[in-house]
């Protein structure tokens, strides 16, 4: 019986080896395995011997059988694994450029608003520009007019990475590259994820998205402007919007002004979104100051310029109606999903 079986276990071991593939593999486990296969024969086999018999055969048997099936996984297992090598090395490469699915899930609220914005802009002659998420301190602060121990930069305190680079604070710390880069006259914007040293509540975060915009040629003033931001935010709230500047105070502007708008939801007669105001603060803003066109390579006696600062995180909210900015970078695609169906 003994000799039986060790035959029986060399055959498979040696079909077990040359399996090359899945329908190999499977061959093998019907053959021995299956319904008719010789384990299972075997097994039936058992109810001709005598009772005596019966008990060493069939322990014997069952552990042929569980040998076999532990070395069919085994193997099914590594087939699988090399067939997974053999892709990735031949044509059927996985190529993690292609485009996903889009079907599945949604835009962010923030990518959604962020691609609304760059259409608009775009359709008024404004180029699109990607910038860094760590800066040098000269870009952040000195290239925009703030000094060292200049009091405005206590309220951007951000985070210092080992090589003296930060995070950086406002996407005005792209104004120096993006005037230098195109010179005057110069129409761009450009949007990106900002970083603070935040005590976090329903509206403060680490982490926010500004978009940045700046418009440089002769005789540029306050009234372009005010006429590009009042187009931009008709178009984003799909009806005509009126807006307001007051005075505010950036290092880089000359003047400087807190653009607000008249509240979109109740038309300026007062609601929750206003706070019963009737008008929102949106966008700080003002004209370039000479210092950072200079420093930019352009020359302020012959120029001049208008720069925003647009907050896209609280556009998005405002938009989508979301209350706390939490949710925005949580994860929690339940509550993103919802905002972006709205
Ligand atoms: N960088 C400013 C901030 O984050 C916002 C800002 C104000 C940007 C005025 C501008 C501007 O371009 O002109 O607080």
């Known amino acids: 019986m003994n000799a039986q079986f060790d035959e029986l276990r060399q055959q498979f071991t040696k079909e077990v080896e040359e399996a090359k593939n899945t329908e190999d593999i499977e061959r093998v486990r019907v053959s021995y395995l299956g319904k008719k296969g010789c384990v299972t024969e075997l097994l039936k086999g058992l109810k001709n011997v005598s009772a005596e018999e019966k008990k060493e055969r069939g322990r014997m048997i069952n552990e042929l059988k569980n040998e076999v099936q532990a070395r069919i996984e085994e193997r099914q297992k590594s087939i699988a694994a090399e067939m997974e090598k053999f892709k990735l090395k031949t044509d059927e490469r996985y190529d993690i450029s292609l485009p996903c699915d889009p079907s599945v899930g949604t835009l962010h609220?923030?990518?959604l608003v962020q691609r609304e914005l760059e259409e608009i802009f775009a359709s008024m002659g404004f180029a699109v520009e990607d910038y860094k998420e760590f800066v040098t301190e000269f870009e952040n602060f000195e290239a925009v007019n703030i000094p060292k121990h200049h009091p405005a930069r206590d309220m951007q305190d951000t985070y210092y990475l080992d090589n003296?680079?930060?995070?950086k604070t406002h996407t005005s710390a792209a104004q120096n590259f993006i005037l230098t880069k195109y010179g005057a006259p110069c129409k761009a914007i450009f949007p990106g994820r900002c970083f603070r040293n935040e005590a976090l509540d329903a509206s403060h975060e680490t982490t926010f998205f500004?978009?940045?915009?700046?418009?440089?040629?002769?005789?540029?003033?306050?009234?372009?402007?005010?006429?590009?931001?009042?187009t931009m935010l008709s178009e984003v709230?799909?009806?005509?919007?009126?807006?307001?500047?007051?005075?505010?105070?950036?290092?880089?502007t000359e003047p400087g002004f807190e653009l607000d708008i008249q509240c979109p939801f109740c038309g300026g007669t007062g609601c929750q979104t206003c706070?019963?105001?009737?008008?929102?603060?949106?966008?700080?803003c003002g004209m370039i100051h000479p210092n950072v066109l200079r420093m930019g390579g352009i020359d302020p006696e012959e120029y001049t310029g208008f720069a925003f600062g647009l907050g896209l995180?609280?556009?998005a909210m405002m938009k989508f109606g979301i209350d706390d900015i939490r949710y925005l970078n949580s994860g929690n695609l339940k509550a993103l999903d919802q905002f972006c169906k709205m």
């Open 109 to 111: 609220p923030i990518t």
């Open 164 to 167: 003296g680079q930060i995070l």
């Open 210 to 230: 500004q978009m940045e915009g700046v418009m440089v040629d002769k005789d540029i003033s306050i009234s372009n402007l005010i006429y590009f931001m009042e």
């Open 237 to 252: 709230f799909q009806k005509p919007i009126t807006v307001r500047l007051r005075p505010g105070f950036f290092p880089f």
């Open 275 to 284: 706070k019963h105001g009737g008008w929102i603060e949106l966008c700080p």
């Open 313 to 315: 995180t609280r556009l």
